[in-house]
């Protein structure tokens, strides 16, 4: 009986020192925008890494919405957006998954399961009103509407309907 109480103390204590990863999440994305026709960089390209604890269930696996970083590329095109400050704390069955995008009003929206790396380049939109109006349904549809993002979308939204 000693026995079985001191196994069930050691699983006990074994779980629940591995539910917890503390902050060795640690994670950045950065890059320079450039304009996929001239080469010149992109400045204000708005940028986003979406983050996602999976939880796993016997269904699979279960996501939902931790946190989003933003920043903006700058003159050069330059960027980085990072998340050393994310303190999650997770349990063994849950794991992080990040989703990248960048959006500027007139160029395609981008969006990647992959970290996109070193230059990324943008296509600009044709300027019709049905092209810009695609691109932003994409990412107002991918991206977390944080405040940033709603006065993005929001600033795109009057264009188009004053510009057509």
């Known amino acids: 009986m000693n026995f079985i109480r001191k196994f069930l103390f050691i699983c006990l204590l074994i779980i629940g020192l591995a539910s917890f990863s503390g902050n060795g999440h640690a994670k950045s994305w950065k890059g320079r925008m450039v304009d996929k026709e001239t080469g010149q960089p992109i400045e204000g390209v708005a940028v ?3 983050i996602h604890m999976v939880t796993a269930t016997p269904a699979g696996g279960v996501s939902s919405f931790k946190r989003q970083i933003e920043t903006f590329s700058g003159e050069n095109g330059s960027f980085k957006a990072s ?3 994310l303190d999650l704390h997770l349990p063994v069955l849950q794991g992080l998954e990040y989703r990248y995008s960048a959006y500027k009003p007139g ?3 981008l969006f990647s399961w992959e970290k996109p790396t070193g230059t990324i380049m943008l296509e600009k939109v044709p300027t019709t009103y049905q092209a810009r109006r695609e691109e932003l349904h994409d990412a107002s549809f991918y991206i977390v509407e944080t405040d940033l993002f709603k006065k993005i979308f929001q600033k795109e939204e009057e264009f188009l309907e004053n510009a057509f």
Request: net charge positive; hydrophobic share 35%; no cysteine.
């Open 83 to 85: 998340n050393y400050n």
């Open 107 to 109: 160029y395609k929206f």
């Open 48 to 50: 986003a890494m979406t």
